[in-house]
């Protein structure tokens, strides 16, 4: 009875256990991001420029054409024709052929729409400081502003008028986090994106604390963030969305907490 | 920058023409534009308006938001309890010295204004539910002596931000907990529509009552 079938039921629990403390699996389609701490792009009044990021989840590739298409078959409060105009504009879904979807990035798609589908998946948006963290990174490099020719290559995509037809997802830059398009494809939803504020303008600004924010002249800026203009690029982009913008090469991707 | 804030102001006239409701426009002493890419071609939806079922909310209302929020008193309370009378909405935080105590003043002296409807309630949404506790925001509202028309609120971070979103405020926590962030006030009509917001320029408040005595005409 006991003896050898008895060490096998005993031998096997200890495997079990181990099976389970190991570390949790990704979920599918999602890259594990360590926690980090970098720069700011900006001065806070109280002159600390650090930013703190937790341990996360991300998207692999931003959501398709294909993933959204599925997601209003699901939620049709979601399709143009239902969808409240508090919550997305006219030009909602206006450049999706949802009847053909591909997995090109999915665009004109409004904050509220993004947040939705995100939630629908058990996810959310990432935050700013959580999607900047990953845009650091080169193809080797967790911080990639230490390697001039990565710098050059994202300042270069941003400096070309986006193409009128959107490559599919998964097919340019994939960083050291083994998350691709981050730069060179599309404009992404962040969960945020209204704490991206702007000062006001000289005539009318005189109650703003000018050491709040320093985007526009590299004055006040870190010294390592004078040459990341696509960071300050992003940055004007997100001051300038509402949240119900359709924008035509604006998509999103989603983040998980991770334990 | 004038020519802008005309245009703004006609098509807000235009629209309380249509409705009995209340228009103001508040404005704030401390600017923050926010439009400097964002393009003018974002056109309004246009919809045929049906007759709704009791109890359902247009599509353009802000009460289909279906949040969940706690009130001074500790009580549940959802936008849609708002219906029925106009509504003044800004946010805040309790331990904001600078901005928010101007907006606040501005709204009770919309309060105390004979255009304005006696019906009309105030509701101050906190940035900070973390430190803004029922407590705090029921101390809060004593000091500042509201009235029983101002509703305070505390609610959940992503409700919080989702509002704020909706209200076309922009706002971020900074490193030592104070928040830095736009001045909007927007004002619903009865039925939960947002008849009108503040541009955020400075305004004198006697444009103010001059704008709700025609509004309410």
Redesign the interface.
Known sequence: MSGTSGLLRWGCVPLLLGVIAAAPPEPKGMERIAGGTYEALYK???L?TKVSVEPFYLDRYPVTERDFARFIRKHPRWRSENI???FA???YLTTVNLSDPSSRPVTSVS??AA?AYCRSKGKRLPTTNEWEFVALASETAVDGRGDPKFMAKVSEWYGSPSTDSLPEVGQGFRNVWGVFDMHGLVWEWV??F????????S???G??DPD?FCGAAAVGTTESQKINYPAFLRY??R???????AVHNLGFRCAMDAP | MQSTISAFVARWMRRSATSASLLIIVVAPIAVPNDILAEESHAHHHHVHRELEAGEHSSESLFQVDSTWLDQQGKTRRLADFAGAPTVLAMVYASCDAACPAMIALMKHMESSADVPKNTQFVLVSFDPERDTVDKLQAFARSLRLSDRWTLLRGAPDDVRELAVLLGVRFKQNEDKSFSHSNNITVLDGSGEIEGRSAGLGTSPSVLVELAREAAS
Do not use: C, H, M
């Open positions: 806070s009044d109280k600390q409240s105009p508090l504009d006219d030009k904050w509220f947040k969960s945020d209204n704490s991206a504020l702007t000062i006001g303008e005539r009318n600004a109650t703003v709040l004007a982009f001051s300038s969305l509402e949240g119900t913008y």
